[in-house]
């Protein structure tokens, strides 16, 4: 019998002094902890993403290859999405864009990168008439420190209404009428 066992855990090791090879009880228990792991991993797996873990030995394989496969889809969606943000353009009313704008940067900071509030400012001013929205652009623009995002929602939202206000009211007074003639 064996006194001294050498130990790695990816391998078998053969003691000292023996011609006989013995697996040592920690390998064997983080064998099959890891085949359990391995399987719960493959198990998860969607058809789509089961090739890219089919040669992985071990769980800390099948870990990479699914690392490194959605490091590299999240890098396209992250350039997919900040074009999309900057795509965006208000053709209706100012919240539905605003709040587009929002949820486009919410998931950008979901893929774990963030957009800085003063990116998103400019995001909101290009996409907007500088006809209509000016005055709240210009006013923005002079200020020293950024802009929170809510006060720039309350600031066009107030903006917005004021001016379907006004045109109801030149709409109103203005009305053309007709008054009925007798011969």
Not at 55 to 83: G, N, P
Request: proline share 5%; charged share 25%.
């Amino acid at each position: 019998v064996c006194k001294v066992q050498c130990f790695t855990p990816l391998k078998d090791t053969k003691p000292v002094n023996c011609e006989e090879t013995i697996p040592h009880i920690a390998y064997t228990t983080w064998y099959k902890q890891d085949k359990f792991i391995f399987s719960a991993i493959s198990g998860t797996l969607t058809p789509i993403v089961t090739p890219h873990v089919s040669k992985a030995k071990t769980s800390r394989d099948s870990w990479r290859m699914i690392s490194d496969h959605f490091a590299s889809t999240s890098r396209r969606r992250l350039l997919q999405l900040r074009a999309k943000l900057k795509s965006y353009k208000c053709d209706g009313p100012v919240s539905e864009f605003l709040i587009k704008i929002q949820l486009c940067a919410d998931e950008i900071a979901q893929i774990d990168s963030t957009v800085k509030p003063e990116d998103l400012t400019d995001t909101v001013f290009d996409g907007l008439d500088y006809e209509t929205f000016g005055l709240i652009i210009n006013a923005v623009k002079a200020r020293d420190t950024p802009i929170s995002w809510n006060l720039l929602y309350d600031k066009h939202i107030q903006h917005e209404f004021v001016l379907q206000h006004n045109a109801k009211a030149t709409n109103t007074l203005f009305a053309p009428s007709a008054n009925p003639a007798q011969k």
